[in-house]
Structure formats: structure tokens, C-alpha cells
């Protein structure tokens, strides 16, 4: 397949082969006989050094247990510009680090008027890099090319909005999203089952992806939701009353 794409190339466009990729825009690719592992190590040094955090303390985790930051914030105004640059670099990290989705996700939402405490957090991630500078996600030949999907949605956990969910592809992360909740739940299980079909929708793109691309899923593709009354709600429909406020526009 990769022969019949790399000839198909040559006649459309003039191009030259220069053998398999080592690194390309800041993204670091190890190929060997078990598999391929990418990462963003030399731009994760670079931000420490840019930023002058290349000596702080690491930390073990990305955010604090229980946080909850609101736009209003704490502390006094920060200047936005170093606030955005910082940011700006941490979600072009990103791409190869799923592990920071979220926290990078979280902060970026208070890009208009950061505070001390907005900032605090980013610097966090930033030493949390420091101890994992070594991270990325690593693809393994043996693994079988099966797809499966979490889904999840903190209700009332984040004051102002919550939706995410993420796609393995055998057993490493293919794709993932950290999106704000577009519609109102009234409790957790509305949460839950409003999220669900944002998961389920990549879910079908996904298998038409994978079946252009020779990979077909033979097997249903499981999604996993850790609700167990989102998941009987989604299997008996009839329980109308249940979700009859949930505007539909939202959910898809």
C-alpha cells in the first residue's frame, strides 16, 4: 500500500525520498523492529528554557487534586501576551502528550484575562513537564489494530464547562478531545449521556477512516461510559422523560 501511495505521489507531484523520518516540525520519531515512538523531547526543553524553568522542581501530577478554577481567578492581572505565548507552546505539545490534554485544555480558557492563580496552574504543567520530559506515545507492530473509546463529562465538577472523551487504537491513545459541554445537564447521568454521542459520531468517522485506509473493523466498536445510568438510559430510549429537556442541537 505505502509503494502504491509513494508511486502515486511521484507521478502527481515532484518530490525526492529521503528514507524514513527521524524528526519532523518539532516532533522526534524512533522507528525499530517493535514499533514506533514519537515525542516532542527537544520542543518540551526548549519551552524550560524559553520560559527560564529549565531548573525548577518537578511535580509528579499535571493539576491539583480537586481544583477549581473559575475565570474570575485569584490574585492580581498577569500580562496576557507571556501568558498566551506560554500556552501557545504547550498545545502544540500536545500532539504527542494526551497526558496534558486536559490540564493545557483547562487554562487555555482564561487566555483575555489571566490571573495569578491561572498562572500558577500553567507553570504547574510546566514542571510536571519537567519530570516527564521522556513521554510520547509509542505504537507497537504486534498490537492488534482494534478501536475502542472512552467517553466522560464532569457534571458540576468544572464550574464553568465539561465534555471529553479519547479513541485507542490497540493500546495506544489514536485520537482525543477536551470540548466544552454546548447544553445544560440537570444531573450527572444527562452529563454523561449528552457526551456519549460526541464520542459515539468520532467513533463512525473514525471506521469510515480506517476502512478507506485498508483497516477495517470487523467487530463493533465499544464505547466505554463510567455511568451506569447514561448507559440504561441509552439502551431503553423509552425512558423519554428522563432526557425530554436535553436539547438535541447539543449533543451532536
Known sequence: MFDDFKTAMFKEFEMTYCGLINFFLGIEVKQSKDGIFIS????????????????CKPM?????????MTKSGEGKLINPTLY????????????????????????????????????????????YIKGTLDYGMFYSYGDEAKLSGYSNSDWAGDLDDRKRYAFYLGSTTFTWRSKKQPV???????????ASP???????????????????QEESTIVYVDNVSAIKLAKNPVQHGRSKHIDTSGTS
Open 40 to 55: 516532542q523531547k527537544k520542543y518540551a526543553k526548549e519551552i524550560l528554557e524559553k520560559f527560564k524553568m529549565d531548573s
Open 198 to 216: 460526541s464520542a459515539v459520531c468520532e467513533a463512525l468517522w473514525l471506521r469510515n477512516l480506517l476502512q478507506e485506509l485498508c483497516h477495517a
Open 84 to 127: 498566551e505565548s506560554l500556552v501557545g507552546s504547550l498545545r502544540y505539545l500536545t500532539i504527542t502528550r494526551s497526558d496534558i490534554v486536559y490540564g493545557v485544555g483547562l487554562v487555555s480558557r482564561y487566555m483575555e484575562t489571566p490571573k495569578e492563580s491561572h498562572w500558577c496552574t500553567v507553570k504547574r504543567i510546566v514542571r
Open 184 to 194: 445544560v445537564a440537570l444531573s450527572s447521568c444527562d452529563a454523561e449521556y449528552i
Open 60 to 68: 509528579s501530577t499535571l493539576v491539583t487534586t480537586g481544583m477549581k
